[in-house]
């Protein structure tokens, strides 16, 4: 558990380290947000600077906005965004209690008719947002929305009544993929890394392990990223990588690759580092102010991947 006071521990990084260099950058460009959690993650930071910073993006009706997702502008609430703030709470190891359980109620307001999560309400309407996440009246269910959420809560051994229905969502979705694409990968491993029938995640897992690797969807060896074809909708060279889909080496979609893949895949990560010590935004962009705020968040996400695989960050 990180130390209770608010400031960095007095020590910094080794000069030049990536950590260093990450650390200039956070400071320069980030949101109050993202420096917090840079101090919890690398400077023995506390967990309670990160709630505070977190709480301005919050609503009455329990969900988050303001755009804490940097793709959504505007302030209402989003499943996006509250996805986001789980992500943050479960980071620090607060995602539980009353906080949770208003989560879970605004998620209960604004699921679709089988129990699950829209991508973009339509309350949305009105606001900036990106062009890849249109707004419609009637939205699907998404399982890029729902999985990740349904995912961290179960892992945080949060029980409330939308979580069934949701899971219910979840695996169906999962078990019925074809044709898929990256993200909705990421987001069914989401899934399947917490969620509690592990045998059955397991069988799920492998069999999406065979899919991505059969449509070719992980970029095997980085040095020959023009062999690779990008999916549709995706921006010119976005593509992903063996560390996109395993974070750590405890998810299940590490099975996916070998020791040589993945070191290869981590070797392009760490490379991924700019001048300015960030990280670069691989997806499109279609406004300053979004690829500003996202590449802190992104800067921060390299460093812990690197980080849980064993690799130096300073």
Known sequence: MAETG????PSTPPARSPLFRAEQFVWLTARVLEQRLFAYHFLNGAAAPVETALDAYRNEDGG???????DLRGPVSQPLHTAHALRVLDEVGCCGGQRVERVCRYLTSVSTADGALPAIHPSQRGYPAAPFVPVVDDP????LATGPVVGLLHGNEVWHAWLFRATDFCWQAVESLEDSHPYEVEAAVAFLDF?????RAEAAADRLGRLVRGQRLAALD?????DRPVPSGYAPGEHHFPHDFARSPQSLARAWFTDEEMARSLDHLAAEQQEDGGWPVRWRRWAQAPVLEARPVVTIEALRTLRAYGRFVG
């Open 6 to 9: 608010d400031s960095p521990r």
């Open 222 to 226: 980085p040095g020959r990223l023009a």
């Open 140 to 143: 699907p269910s998404d399982l």
């Open 64 to 70: 988050y906005g303001h755009a804490l997702e940097p």
């Open 195 to 199: 969620v509690p029938d592990r045998p």
